[in-house]
């Protein structure tokens, strides 16, 4: 059964500081994504990682994905008070069709003026 | 830009009663999704569907829920029996599929079970 594991589960930073979410899955796949949640708000796809090596930038978010180390990395640079949210990766285990996606835990980040 | 949509966004029932939520997919999209989110938790996958039938089911979509797509546009979950414990909000999401399966979330529905 696929695990995804995210770490830190809560962050709490301040304003321009730089800091790095890790996502971890424990079996074979080239496709992992990431999205933000608001509180009470529906989930917005940030990014889509579909092979290795993958890495992606949008704003001052910048993802990765190592698949050899089933590890995909969400980095914050110089965070403003708008990222606050809850960030989760979610991992596609399958090849072939577009099955389910597997959630990590989600890792909840404030980011304090 | 297409989006997901659903309904109702909050649906308040008794324990026991059958609800119905609906969900509109994006319109070239070929597969369908349902998940929870138990308030504070992780996301977690329901059921997916594609070519008008089940293809994947997680342990807890067990009998007393079913999917339907009645009419090519809607996508619908029901609950027939609801329990204090399916009080979550409950997502939709399609994916074009062809290789693609980044999946884009509706905005929910909010099940509360009294």
């Known amino acids: 059964e696929l695990k995804v594991e995210q770490n830190p589960l809560f962050l709490s930073m301040q304003e321009g500081k730089n800091y790095t979410i890790y996502c971890n899955y424990s079996?074979?796949?080239?496709?992992l994504y990431w999205y933000r949640q608001d509180p009470g708000k529906s989930l917005e796809s940030l990014f889509v990682?579909?092979?290795?090596?993958a890495v992606k930038q949008e704003g001052r978010l910048m993802a990765s994905l190592d698949t050899k180390a089933r590890l995909s990395t969400l980095h914050i640079t110089a965070a403003v008070h708008d990222l606050s949210a809850t960030y989760f990766c979610?991992?596609?285990?399958?090849?072939?069709?577009?099955?389910?996606?597997?959630f990590g835990q989600g890792t909840r980040l404030t980011i304090n003026p | 830009e297409p989006e997901v949509t659903q309904t109702p966004s909050h649906q308040v029932t008794q324990m026991g009663q059958e609800v119905i939520l609906r969900c509109v997919p994006i319109?070239?999209?070929?597969?369908f999704y349902w998940y929870r989110q138990i308030l504070g938790q992780k996301v977690e996958f329901l059921v997916s569907?594609?070519?008008?039938?089940?293809?994947?089911k997680s342990e807890i979509f067990d009998d007393q829920f079913s999917v339907e797509r009645p009419d090519g546009s809607n996508f619908t979950l029901k609950i027939r029996s609801t329990k204090l414990e399916d009080s979550a909000m409950y997502f939709c999401?399609?994916?074009?599929?062809?290789?693609?399966?980044?999946?884009?979330f509706g905005p929910g529905t909010r099940l509360t079970v009294l």
């Open positions: 979610a991992v596609d285990p399958n090849w072939g069709g577009a099955q389910k996606l597997v």
């Open positions: 079996t074979t796949s080239d496709r």
């Open positions: 990682l579909l092979s290795n090596g």
């Open positions: 319109s070239n999209h070929l597969y």
């Open positions: 569907f594609y070519n008008n039938e089940i293809s994947e």
């Open positions: 999401a399609s994916a074009p599929g062809q290789g693609n399966n980044e999946q884009f």
